[in-house]
């Protein structure tokens, strides 16, 4: 078992207790795993992890056009052909507007004087950090407006792969984006094991499904959580029978408790804070480390 056992936590939608699951099972893992956050277009896990940079570099994602006005003959030509009205013509000068500008690269090709350059684009930084647990953290901040977040994740995944092995760490737990898209498909690369956190709605019910689909065109183990799980137990139920019905492993009920708020509000991990939750957390990190290792071993 030489290699590193990923466990990506997922959820078809925002708010259903994700991040809080994934910063607690890194808390108890400790030095025995590296922790990501690849949830890049709206990082929060940094918030009660407390990372202290080590390291920060650059990102980036995509290009931008940029005019040369010594070169430039104001043609005009470069403002019919842009379908994004990102060049805009004033006081006798075509400029850009960075953040209008989608990178096609159209206005550079039918330039007659070769005045327009596309330009590698600033898209976000990427960090690796310390974090109070003993272990270290791969994370990114996406700046507005910023493209190719997929690009990112896999920038993010990379580095936490290299840690994991640097330090000789068994497992990488990794924080995905909600939803479907872009994000979550590069977080699951090389994922071992999908923990999907839900909660008893019917919309939660719904993006579970979605979720699970492209959870399945990767391979990975889904596992499941219910969080908040008695606000509505005919849901719960209901979303048991699904589990069941895919094979899908049911490790715990979380019930409704405040402590997750109350932590989040002191920037603290709520398996840190709550001996109850603490122990429901140990029984889940134990299952998916069996899971990930029985899935390495076969």
């Given at each position: 078992?030489?290699?590193?056992?990923?466990?990506?936590?997922?959820?078809?939608?925002?708010?259903?207790?994700?991040?809080?699951?994934?910063?607690?099972?890194?808390?108890?893992?400790?030095?025995?795993?590296?922790?990501?956050?690849?949830?890049?277009?709206?990082?929060?896990?940094?918030?009660?992890?407390?990372?202290?940079?080590?390291?920060?570099?650059?990102?980036?994602g995509?290009?931008?056009?940029?005019?040369?006005?010594?070169?430039?003959?104001?043609?005009?030509?470069?403002?019919?052909?842009?379908?994004?009205?990102?060049?805009?013509?004033?006081?006798?000068?075509?400029?850009?507007?960075?953040?209008?500008?989608?990178?096609?690269?159209?206005?550079?090709?039918?330039?007659?004087?070769?005045?327009?350059?596309?330009?590698?684009?600033?898209?976000?930084?990427?960090?690796?950090?310390?974090?109070?647990?003993?272990?270290?953290?791969?994370?990114?901040?996406?700046?507005a407006?910023?493209?190719?977040?997929?690009?990112?994740?896999?920038?993010?995944?990379?580095?936490?792969?290299?840690?994991?092995?640097?330090?000789?760490?068994?497992?990488?737990?990794?924080?995905?984006?909600?939803?479907?898209?872009?994000?979550?498909?590069?977080?699951?690369?090389?994922?071992?094991?999908?923990?999907?956190?839900?909660?008893?709605t019917?919309?939660?019910?719904?993006?579970?499904?979605?979720?699970?689909f492209?959870?399945?065109?990767?391979?990975?183990?889904?596992?499941?959580?219910?969080?908040?799980?008695?606000?509505?137990e005919?849901?719960?139920?209901?979303?048991?029978?699904?589990?069941?019905?895919?094979?899908?492993?049911?490790?715990?009920?979380?019930?409704?408790?405040?402590?997750?708020?109350?932590?989040?509000?002191?920037?603290?991990?709520?398996?840190?804070?709550?001996?109850?939750?603490?122990?429901?957390?140990e029984?889940?990190?134990?299952?998916?480390?069996?899971?990930?290792?029985?899935?390495?071993?076969?």
């Amino acid at each position: 078992m030489d290699s590193i056992r990923e466990i990506v936590v997922l959820s078809g939608k925002g708010g259903t207790g994700k991040t809080s699951v994934a910063s607690s099972l890194a808390y108890l893992a400790g030095k025995e795993a590296i922790l990501a956050d690849c949830d890049v277009d709206a990082s929060n896990l940094h918030l009660i992890m407390g990372p202290d940079i080590i390291k920060k570099e650059l990102f980036y994602g995509g290009e931008v056009a940029q005019i040369d006005i010594e070169t430039c003959i104001q043609c005009g030509k470069c403002k019919e052909v842009c379908r994004f009205d990102a060049i805009s013509f004033s006081a006798g000068v075509h400029t850009i507007d960075n953040l209008s500008c989608e990178g096609c690269g159209y206005c550079s090709r039918v330039c007659p004087t070769g005045a327009i350059t596309m330009m590698p684009r600033l898209s976000g930084e990427f960090y690796i950090s310390g974090i109070r647990n003993g272990s270290q953290m791969s994370h990114a901040k996406l700046f507005a407006g910023g493209e190719n977040s997929g690009k990112l994740v896999a920038t993010v995944k990379k580095n936490a792969y290299r840690m994991a092995k640097e330090r000789g760490c068994d497992y990488l737990i990794t924080d995905g984006a909600p939803g479907i898209g872009c994000p979550v498909v590069s977080s699951l690369s090389g994922a071992k094991v999908a923990l999907l956190v839900t909660e008893p709605t019917m919309s939660a019910l719904h993006d579970l499904k979605r979720v699970l689909f492209v959870v399945r065109r990767f391979n990975a183990i889904p596992l499941l959580v219910i969080n908040k799980s008695d606000i509505n137990e005919a849901v719960s139920e209901e979303i048991k029978i699904f589990a069941k019905s895919e094979k899908i492993e049911h490790l715990a009920d979380i019930p409704f408790n405040t402590a997750f708020v109350e932590s989040m509000g002191k920037a603290r991990i709520v398996a840190e804070e709550n001996q109850f939750l603490k122990g429901i957390f140990e029984s889940v990190w134990e299952k998916a480390k069996e899971v990930a290792d029985s899935s390495v071993q076969n």
